[in-house]
């Protein structure tokens, strides 16, 4: 061979090299780089201006737009007085929990002048998710949506819409929110229930001062819209409705559904719904309209928020109707109805893969409770507990502590059932009010399949839960009202296409099952998404071991991680 052809051949072969990598081969992950600068901002709703902690100074705050297999970067700068994490919600972290972001939890705070870099990849996830202040009550108005597309070349497994939306759901007070729940804690009360709901930011035309705070999407007659529906209230659970429209549930807390047609659809707050809505009415203009579910003797706050659903070409002086058929506020049934409806695709590419044995069985009573406290208003505080135990957060981060092996922090005996056994759900109990205070976790072996039934009871009132399990999606096999009965209710659990999700409904006066595989060491926050219950201490915390291989234990902190 001549010199010439031998280059022709190096040529070939380096062409052929390149046409490889860049059809054959995966396409190299992507690096989205964020900055996100907490300050204090002016914000007016209402007939009100408040000065109020936000992302960039937007309510709600930047959407993180990644695609599936991505790596994300986060800086987050902390301007503003008080200290500051972030939890990039449903993202599951693999040995990556210094990522995950509840203080005192995986992190210490990141203080006032400081920085950290939350540096995670988006592996095996694709959908709406979203990230919020995970820190006093400060994600009221620090939350924004997280958008993670599929790998590219991956269609949608339903019809590609002609164009999305972000809805996100919220929850205003006049009053600074973290003055709200220090009134709450220091007379031992329940905080004050917010002022209005909101629609991305916004309380919409039936509230007053509204001219400018209105969201509108425009749409153009005969479009699919994908509506990405986020509920980031702090302590409502939500219906959502279009006053005209039906939608179909395609997708939850980022996992695909089997499609079904709703004319309301109910989130807790943690929950989000994808929905497609085809522009197919009398073009007009429509209410999108969002009001609270609440079927227990507690103040909740009831205003409707709206948003206008804007067909092309209509003037904006038409006055929109409302839905006509939203569910009460009270409508226990129509949720029930709902949830039952929802499924896993369960599909080739996208399986439901369902413990189908189980480890480990977890009973855990979810109580609210009164203990005393000297300095309140009543010699009492509202209290609130899992297996009678009020949640105690330390003082350094469970996650710093585990890893450093440092001892005194947390104990690991969380109980695996109810110190005692009673009617759950019965009459209201008078008795055994108070609770036990602690730092325990529980430890669950590497890759261990776990069943936990979330029992709900009647201790001073029964009230729906949502719980959020951090770094895990779980399969809900089973809910019902009542006391759960193992004899009998595990023969009547969905095995087959249950759904995934990472926030699940413990219904008043019922119960919840999930199943997850401990997959992910570290350790793994799960509490109620009302923030005012997870202020009661209703949350612990899982330490999932490390495995013996590699690629199973948890990767080591960042160099940034904060310090307490
Ligand atoms: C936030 O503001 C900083 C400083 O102006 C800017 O560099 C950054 O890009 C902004 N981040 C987002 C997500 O908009
Ligand atoms: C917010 O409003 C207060 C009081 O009106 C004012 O002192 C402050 O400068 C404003 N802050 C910003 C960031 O605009
Ligand atoms: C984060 O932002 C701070 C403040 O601007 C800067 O000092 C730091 O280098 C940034 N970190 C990363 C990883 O970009
Ligand atoms: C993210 O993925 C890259 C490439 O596989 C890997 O090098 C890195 O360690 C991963 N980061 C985390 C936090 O898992
Ligand atoms: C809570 O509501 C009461 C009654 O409306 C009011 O007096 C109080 O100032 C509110 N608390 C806060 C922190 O806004
Ligand atoms: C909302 O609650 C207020 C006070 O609790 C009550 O006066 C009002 O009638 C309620 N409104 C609706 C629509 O239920
Ligand atoms: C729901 O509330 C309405 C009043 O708003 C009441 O008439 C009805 O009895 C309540 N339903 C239930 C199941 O509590
Ligand atoms: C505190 O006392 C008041 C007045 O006796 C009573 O109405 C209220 O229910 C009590 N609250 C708690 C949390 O015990
Ligand atoms: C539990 O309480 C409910 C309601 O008070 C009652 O109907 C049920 O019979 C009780 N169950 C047991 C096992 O006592
Ligand atoms: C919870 O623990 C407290 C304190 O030990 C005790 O007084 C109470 O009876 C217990 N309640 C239940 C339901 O186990
Ligand atoms: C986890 O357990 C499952 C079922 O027993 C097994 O198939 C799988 O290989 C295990 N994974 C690891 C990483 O050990
Ligand atoms: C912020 O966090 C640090 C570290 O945990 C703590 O020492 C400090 O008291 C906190 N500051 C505030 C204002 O809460």
Redesign the pocket.
């Known amino acids: 061979m001549d010199m010439a052809s031998s280059r022709h051949v190096l040529l070939r072969l380096l062409v052929s090299a390149l046409v490889l990598a860049l059809f054959v081969l995966p396409a190299q992950a992507d690096v989205k780089r964020y900055q996100f600068d907490i300050v204090?901002?002016?914000v007016s709703r209402l007939c009100h201006e408040k000065?109020m902690v936000t992302v960039n100074g937007s309510y709600p705050g930047p959407t993180i737009y990644a695609r599936e297999g991505d790596r994300v970067i986060v800086n987050v700068t902390n301007h503003v007085k008080y200290n500051m994490t972030i939890h990039w919600h449903g993202l599951k972290q693999r040995r990556n929990g210094w990522a995950d972001g509840p203080a005192y939890v995986t992190q210490c705070p990141i203080q006032s002048g400081a920085s950290y870099a939350y540096d995670f990849n988006v592996t095996g996830q694709r959908g709406t998710l979203w990230w919020h202040a995970h820190i006093a009550w400060l994600r009221a108005t620090v939350h924004g949506a997280i958008v993670i597309l599929p790998d590219r070349g991956v269609p949608y497994p339903f019809p590609k819409p002609d164009a999305e939306a972000e809805i996100i759901l919220g929850e205003w007070w006049h009053a600074d929110v973290e003055a709200v729940e220090k009134q709450g804690r220091t007379l031992g009360m329940a905080p004050n229930t917010s002022d209005a709901h909101t629609i991305n930011g916004k309380p919409g035309p039936l509230s007053p001062c509204s001219e400018k705070h209105t969201y509108a999407l425009q749409v153009q007659w005969g479009k699919t819209y994908l509506l990405r529906i986020i509920n980031a209230a702090v302590n409502d659970e939500l219906f959502f409705s279009i006053a005209g429209h039906t939608m179909m549930v395609v997708e939850i807390d980022a996992t695909y559904t089997k499609p079904f047609v709703s004319s309301t659809i109910q989130l807790s707050p943690g929950q989000t719904t994808n929905v497609l809505v085809r522009a197919d009415q009398r073009p007009g203009r429509y209410f999108m309209a969002v009001k609270p579910f609440n079927d227990v003797q507690v103040p909740v706050d009831n205003k409707t928020a709206t948003a206008i659903l804007q067909y092309a070409g209509v003037p904006t002086s038409v006055i929109p109707a409302l839905p006509q058929l939203m569910p009460a506020t009270n409508s226990t049934g129509y949720v029930t109805a709902f949830h039952d409806r929802l499924r896993s695709l369960n599909s080739a590419r996208y399986p439901a893969d369902v413990p189908r044995t189980v480890d480990r069985h977890l009973l855990y009573t979810i109580g609210l409770n009164i203990d005393p406290c000297e300095t309140c208003l009543n010699g009492s505080r509202l209290a609130a507990s899992l297996n009678n135990i009020t949640f105690v957060m330390p003082r350094v981060a469970l996650l710093q502590a585990h890893y450093g092996g440092a001892r005194g922090v947390f104990t690991a005996d969380f109980p695996d059932r109810p110190p005692a056994r009673f009617n759950y759900t019965g009459v209201p109990l008078t008795a055994g009010l108070g609770t036990s205070l602690g730092t325990r976790l529980s430890k669950i072996a590497y890759n261990s399949t776990v069943e936990l039934v979330l029992q709900d009871t009647n201790l001073l009132s029964v009230e729906s839960h949502p719980f959020h399990l951090h770094g895990h999606n779980f399969f809900v096999v089973g809910r019902g009202v009542g006391n759960f009965d193992p004899s009998k209710d595990p023969a009547k659990y969905n095995l087959v296409d249950p759904p995934e999700r990472n926030t699940v409904g413990v219904p008043a006066g019922g119960w919840t099952a999930i199943r997850f595989r401990a997959d992910n060491p570290g350790v793994w926050f799960l509490h109620c998404h009302l923030e005012v219950h997870t202020s009661w201490g209703l949350k612990m915390a899982f330490l999932m071991e490390d495995g013996n291989g590699p690629g199973e234990s948890v990767l080591p902190p960042p160099k940034d991680l904060p310090k307490c």
């Open positions: 204090m901002s002016n000065t």
